[in-house]
């Protein structure tokens, strides 16, 4: 699959990609950075240590020098900007980063999420308010930022942002996550005239290490293949939405999930 455009790589340079939540190895955003730079594509990603440091997996030594490295070892150049996007100054610094050390952003792939489990009784406001920074307002922040800066060929350019449909005890998280939802969305419309399509990838059960044995029983007991998802799965779904032949691919939400059901 030759990527962005229908020219051979050595016609061409390679596109810059900005992939947000690249935190750890075993992650998503990770894997969706990896595929993409395999792919053809330069790659920046975001990243946010005092966030894995509250979560129950921790911080993953050299996470984001390790994973520029891979990037690199398989052509791409890389930049990686540690950035906080509750800080809604964030998503301006990251792309006036980006374009310093690569150039100009063709596809946004927003991967970075706020995720701490609690319901309709016990989050709290300063939880709720957070969740909804990071999930709902950095996501509308960097698509205007990509949207007010982004010069490439009309056709060309890509957003996409991943969601979350579970809200039961789960509260912040999934409601932040449906505004991510109609945010991105919009931008299939609103961002029309520059020739940019944008859709919503839900990736069902991936386990990266925040699964729990009963949580991980659960649903392979309700996913008809009988196995969870896996980063690359996710990210063969954005390469395929990133690549020319999925341009027609516009303003969905997709569940790349295994069938999961309930």
């Known amino acids: ?31 969706v950075a ?8 330069n790659v920046a990603f975001t990243y946010w240590t005092p966030y894995d440091a509250r979560m129950e997996w921790g911080v993953e030594a050299d996470a984001a020098d390790t994973i520029a490295r891979s990037l690199a070892e398989r052509g791409a150049d890389t930049a990686a900007v540690e950035a906080d996007l509750a800080d809604p100054g964030a998503p301006e ?15 946004l792939v927003m991967c970075h ?38 010069a490439g ?26 505004a991510l939802d109609r945010i991105t969305l919009a931008a299939a419309h609103e961002l029309a005239h520059l020739g940019i399509t944008a859709n919503v990838i839900n990736p069902g059960p991936v386990d990266t290490g925040w699964m729990s044995d009963a949580i991980r029983d659960q649903m392979l007991s309700q996913t008809p293949l009988g196995r969870l998802g896996t980063p690359q799965d996710t990210a063969h779904l954005v390469d395929f939405l990133c ?20």
Not at 19 to 26: C, H, L, N, P, S
Not at 245 to 261: C, T
């Open 113 to 150: 999420c706020e995720s701490v489990d609690s319901g309709l009784l016990d989050t709290t406001l300063e939880s709720f308010d957070r969740h909804f920074a990071v999930n709902a307002r950095a996501t509308w922040l960097l698509i205007r930022e990509y949207g007010r800066r982004f």
């Open 1 to 31: 699959m030759t990527h962005p455009d229908e020219q051979t790589r050595s016609d061409s340079p390679r596109p810059v990609a900005l992939v947000t939540g690249v935190g750890r190895t075993v992650g998503i955003g990770a894997g």
């Open 153 to 178: 060929t009309p056709g060309s350019g890509r957003i996409i942002g991943l969601t979350s449909d579970h809200t039961v005890g789960n509260l912040p998280y999934g409601a932040s996550k449906g």
């Open 34 to 41: 990896l595929r993409l730079a395999q792919a053809g594509w």
């Open 93 to 107: 610094r990251v792309f006036d980063e980006v374009e310093k050390r690569l150039g100009g952003v063709t596809a």
């Open 243 to 262: 690549s020319p032949e999925g341009q027609w691919v516009n303003g969905q939400l997709l569940k790349s999930n295994g069938g999961l059901a309930g």
